[in-house]
Every structure is written in C-alpha cells, then in structure tokens.
C-alpha cells in the first residue's frame, strides 16, 4: 500500500496528529480515552511539548462515549477545569468485520450502535448526518455556535488492522479515485479549519469531505485481492 499507512509506525497513537493540530494552532486540548485502549501519557507528554506557551497543560479524561452519564461527567470537568468548551469534535467510532450478518453477537450489536448511531442518535448515513448537520447548525446559530462535520473514507488508522482481515488492509481504499486510502495527518486540518473563527467564521451546518471524492460508495468487492498494493 502506498503511502504506507502511519499506524505501522510503532510510535504512532490513534488521534495524535488531531490532538497535536489544535495544540500547534494554540488551543487548550481535553480528550477522552477508554481504559485500556489508549495510552494517553504518551499523547499528554507529545501535547506538553508542542502546547503554546499560554496554553493550559492538555487533559486527558477516562470516559466510554457510549453512555450518556459519561458524557455529560466529560462536559462538566472540562467546563469546571477550563471554564468553556470553544471546539467540541466527536471522532468515536467502532468496526468489528465479520463475513456474515449471522456472525454479529448481541453484545457486538450493541457496542456498534452505541458508539457509531446513539452518539449521533439515530442517523446511520452520511446522508442523514448531514441533514442532522444543517438541522443542529439552524437551532444553535443564534447562540454563535457553528456546526459542521468531517467526512474522512476511507483512511489508515489502527482500527482497520484491529478489525478488519489482512487482505482487506492490504487493498484500503484501492477502489477509490484516488488508488489510495487517506493518511491521519490528510483529515486533521480539516477539523482545525472548521475550529477556526478567523478561517470558517461564516460556515455551518456543512460537511466536508477530505477524503479523495470517495463521497458515494465503498466496495472492497472492486478491488484485485489477488494483487496486493506495495
């Protein structure tokens, strides 16, 4: 596959390049983790050290997104410990690849629709997220606060390895336009534009799509397994 995909990189964290954008740009940055999954002293230490000097020091905050207590608990510490929330960005997600709809279990069902469709309640397709979008930015345009999204397909992160079969991996993103799949540090501009009041100050209730116009479908079914890409 080519680039090679950055998750292969044994220093490489899931969201780093994310976390490190908005610290680069000045912000004060609070993430959650799940116990377990992530190591978030590897993402303090590498957010302490590019932080601006006026910034507070990064928080990182133990919380299943799953659940609604949890995120609520995760609002109230970051409101308590920095006095406001300017950038809210939800990137949960959650994939377990099977071959058949009779392989998913109960319990593998509920994790899916918990972490991917309760956190956005019950839209399931880009179509439905954005009029989801467009409907959220309506109600909160008279508070000043914008709503946008991102819309990164496909792209290299450690999950696709942790759930997907290695001849899949292999071909990400080989039916895309582009012949590839994206890289982290490709989508997380995105979300510091939009974060931006001086760059996107008169845009809400849009989706943007870094994702090499691969906005319509995603089929492995087009791609060579056969012939691996290197």
Not at 118 to 131: K, M, P, R
Not at 160 to 188: F, K, N, T
Not at 206 to 218: D, E, R, S
Not at 223 to 228: K, M, N, V, Y
């Amino acid at each position: 596959m080519q680039p090679l995909p950055q998750s292969i990189n044994p220093h490489y964290k899931p969201s780093d390049k994310l976390h490190e954008e908005f610290a680069l740009e000045g912000a004060t940055v609070a993430f959650t983790y799940v116990k377990g999954i992530e190591d978030k002293d590897d993402t303090l230490q590498m957010l302490g050290k590019v932080k601006a000097n006026d910034a507070n020091y990064p928080i990182a905050i133990a919380a299943d997104i799953r659940f609604e207590e949890n995120c609520k608990r995760v609002v109230d510490q970051v409101v308590n410990e920095f006095g406001q929330i300017d950038s809210l960005i939800n990137n949960a997600a959650e994939e377990h690849y099977t071959e058949s709809i009779e392989e998913i279990t109960e319990a593998v069902l509920k994790t899916l629709f918990r972490t991917n469709i309760f956190s956005l309640f019950f839209f399931t397709s880009e179509g439905a997220i954005l009029s989801f979008t467009r409907s959220l930015a309506l109600q909160l345009i008279k508070q000043g606060i914008r709503v946008n999204a991102v819309a990164p397909f496909p792209t290299c992160t450690p999950q696709q390895p942790a759930s997907l079969p290695a001849d899949m991996v292999a071909h990400l993103g080989c039916e895309a336009p582009m012949g590839r799949a994206g890289q982290p540090y490709e989508i997380s501009p995105a979300f510091v534009f939009l974060a931006s009041s001086e760059c996107s100050s008169h845009i809400t209730g849009q989706v943007m799509h870094p994702n090499g116009i691969c906005v319509l479908f995603y089929n492995f079914n087009s791609c060579d397994f056969d012939q691996p890409l290197v």
